[in-house]
């Protein structure tokens, strides 16, 4: 089987999970949709493109192991926000827009965002049905994205290349170490696989004697029409 491989790492990343109030937490490593979101902003496709979104969704497999799930940061946000009555009475397109009312009326939000700092994972892709893409292309997109690549928010780039390859493998183990990542200096403790997280029942019998366990996680791409 081909699988595409491809490696991410930055200072900060944070990879989403279910948010309530003004918490928003993340997970410590990414998850499906954050992965099809990054390979589909390398292709170019549109947020609201939810036809070529959905068949990439269905054709793909993805993996994730880790290597170095990162220390927590909280971020303390405070940001100023005019009243829902206020907006309804007015246009506005930008943040200026929403701003531009007496500071008096100006109402103040709190919340909390979480990061990890230094995580490093390495990403698996397999075709499980006849692909609307092929692995070469994605990586191709990959090595000259359309648009920027961030790992959950748009204040985490990438601090490395993703050096996306593509090797034959029977196994999850196997293409990793067909990929051979080399490792990365000066990150303690992050060079030796942690935890290997897959979707389905396809590759449970390649780990005989190891602990796996199965979760449920809302990660899947859905339609952003109700948004």
């Known amino acids: 089987m081909d699988i595409l491989a491809f490696r991410l790492y930055a200072p900060l990343a944070s990879w989403g999970d279910v948010a309530v109030g003004g918490h928003r937490p993340s ?3 990414p998850g499906r949709s954050a992965v099809l979101g990054l390979l589909a902003a390398a292709l170019g496709f ?3 493109e939810e036809a070529r979104l959905g068949a990439m969704s269905d054709a793909f497999g993805v993996a994730v192991a880790v290597y170095g799930s990162g220390a927590l940061l909280r971020d303390y946000h405070t940001a100023q926000v005019p009243s829902a009555s206020d907006l309804k009475k007015r246009p506005h397109r930008t943040r200026s827009d929403e701003l531009a009312i007496p500071k008096a009326e100006l109402n103040t939000i709190l919340s909390t965002r979480d990061y990890r700092t230094d995580a ?7 075709a499980k049905a006849e692909p609307p893409i092929s692995l070469d ?4 997109a990959l090595l000259r994205p359309h648009y920027v690549l961030y790992l959950g928010r748009k204040s ?3 601090a490395m290349p993703l050096q996306p390859r593509i090797v034959h493998a029977e196994s999850l183990l196997e293409a990793l170490q067909q990929a051979d990542f080399k490792p ?3 990150l303690r403790d992050a060079n030796r696989l942690q935890r290997l997280a897959w979707e389905g029942e396809q590759w449970s019998r390649e780990l005989p004697g190891a602990m796996v366990f199965s979760a449920p ?4 791409p859905v339609s952003r029409a109700r948004w």
């Open 27 to 29: 997970q410590n490593y």
């Open 46 to 48: 549109r947020r609201d």
């Open 120 to 126: 490093l994972s390495v990403v698996l892709v397999w």
């Open 137 to 140: 292309a994605l990586r191709e």
């Open 156 to 158: 985490c780039p990438p």
């Open 184 to 186: 990365i200096e000066g």
């Open 217 to 220: 996680r809302k990660d899947d």
